[in-house]
């Protein structure tokens, strides 16, 4: 199984356990926390070379990836969705591989490699972030720089009308995008979601083409 093999599957539809994608982490980004986990940017390579942006979900925070993980090989399980800026990949890490191409340990905690990342029951138990002790980690300038640009261009889009808020998902949908940068996937059984409304314009965002942000 390849990164241009995960597209081809049917929409949110998982690939297959144990056959999973072989691929060389590259690059390991700032996580953040999600309505319903962490979500991590991550930029992997497979076996014939193509090179793609993923996100790593978890809903463990002590599974996150970091830069020593850079260079290893792992087997991904992934699926794809449909967002505004085009097709989507996400997933998790299934095995991680040695030198040799061989299965060895992976330092994430048990669940985290056998089920794939689920909204929890109970919002209570969702994680939480850990405690930083002070001096020990340098806040993102950068990240936050950009949320505070993502945060005044919404808020004006939605004071000029041009952009759609107007329940509590769009809230949360547009307070997660401010956030991350990412753009969320509504959850297929979210209450009074309306997955074709344009956050935009309100219309069908399968015909009414607003352009991405």
Known sequence: MQLSDVIKLQEK????KG???QAVINAVHKATQGQYNWKQPVNITDLTGNTMDITFETEYPDSL???????KRAVWRLKWWSGRH???ISGYVETQLNEAGQP???QLPQGSQTTPPSAPQNPQNRPQRPNVPQGKETPDWDAIT??????GIVCAGIQAGTLVCKSIPDIDFWAEYIVT???????ADEPG???QECRKCGGNRNSCGCPPF
Do not use: A, C, F, Y
């Open 13 to 16: 539809t998982w690939t297959q």
């Open 65 to 71: 990836l970091n830069q020593s993980d850079v260079g």
């Open 86 to 88: 085009g097709q989507n």
């Open 181 to 187: 940068g990412i753009e969320p996937m509504s959850p």
């Open 146 to 151: 950009k949320g505070k640009v993502r945060h």
């Open 19 to 21: 056959n999973g994608v």
């Open 193 to 195: 979601e309306n997955l």
């Open 104 to 106: 060895e340990k992976w």
